[in-house]
């Protein structure tokens, strides 16, 4: 971490901050996809298009999209038979898309091919009679989708190094483990490590589940939190990515703020700071990025740097029912 910033100034004028921008930072392919979803569902079918579950964790994303037609519920038994319904992309349980084919409503699934794809691993280790273990936070929605997709008792979650400790498996049931997309690259590791001192037998999975936008963009802080006196990371509280962001950077000794909009920055965190570092979750829109610049220059002269430390190209294709 820098040395504490001093500053040197003539009298009314603002003293200089440095501003860092993670790149790669925001949204991901997946989320792209997901708004473009609900955005092409409207088109088609017409407002109200019903959405299970915020269609990614954030507001800004949300308060848009219902501008725009969308109206948002937490569970299928909300939404008319009769009206369209687009499922998140953090996933659903298996039950969810079964309901909506039982009452022979119009269904769109914004699932994340990432998630998905964890999704086809958990029901392919399950036919050949392993145990999932799954690293995940209890309680997120991209957990209980996938926990969603096999029979009751077949996966077990685990949080922590603590958790795999209390497990009751022996040497000889047969295990496997997978991984939630948004975890800390860095706890995961951890954990699966002791998953495997435990259980020198389980399968992993044939290429690692946390997704290549979250990797990449805890890369990214982890190059730029070293020379930031403080780190600001855009994103919702309920967004597992960002979350992970604000962990990353506090554990390279910066400290470390999460924000869902400009409004929220207390011109106090500023004093004596020189170095000012941002990045954005998965979920997070580039204007809101902009939005923190903007404040910062109402009470700093600021100067711009990005640091890259990854190029991103992903693309998903959209669900063939919007395209034809």
Not at 145 to 168: F, I, R, S
Request: aromatic share 4%; net charge negative.
């Amino acid at each position: 971490m820098n040395a504490p910033f001093q500053e040197n100034r003539a009298p009314g004028e603002k003293s200089p901050l440095k501003v860092l921008i993670a790149a790669p930072r925001g949204f991901c392919a997946g989320v792209d996809r997901a708004i473009e979803i609900v955005e092409k569902a409207i088109d088609k079918y017409g407002a109200p298009v019903y959405v299970r579950h915020e269609i990614v964790h954030n507001r800004y994303v949300v308060d848009g999209l219902k501008e725009k037609g969308a109206v948002f519920v937490e569970e299928l038994d909300e939404v008319p038979d009769d009206m369209p319904v687009v499922f998140s992309a953090h996933g659903v349980p298996k039950a969810v898309p079964a309901e909506a084919q039982r009452r022979e409503m119009i269904y769109v699934d914004a699932t994340c091919p990432l998630v998905s794809k964890v999704h086809r691993q958990a029901e392919r280790l399950i036919e050949k009679g392993k145990h999932i273990i799954f690293i995940g936070h209890e309680g997120h929605p991209e957990v209980i989708g996938t926990m969603g997709q096999v029979p009751d008792g077949q996966m077990t979650l685990v949080e922590t190094v603590n958790d795999v400790a209390k497990l009751p498996f022996t040497a000889q049931d047969k295990l496997s483990f997978l991984t939630q997309t948004t975890l800390s690259v860095d706890d995961t590791a951890e954990i699966v490590r002791a998953l495997q001192e435990r259980y020198p037998h389980i399968v992993a999975p044939k290429a690692e589940d946390i997704c290549y936008a979250t990797s990449n963009r805890q890369e990214a802080v982890k190059a730029m939190a070293p020379a930031c006196d403080l780190v600001l990371v855009i994103g919702a509280p309920n967004s597992s990515n960002s979350l992970r962001l604000v962990e990353v950077a506090e554990r390279l000794g910066t400290t470390a703020r999460l924000i869902q909009r400009a409004s929220e920055i207390d011109h106090e965190w500023l004093d004596g700071v020189g170095t000012i570092g941002i990045t954005a979750g998965a979920s997070a829109p580039e204007v809101l990025v902009r939005e923190v610049v903007a404040k910062l220059g109402e009470w700093r002269a600021v100067s711009e740097e990005k640091i890259r430390t990854a190029e991103e190209k992903m693309t998903f294709k959209l669900p063939r029912q919007l395209t034809e």
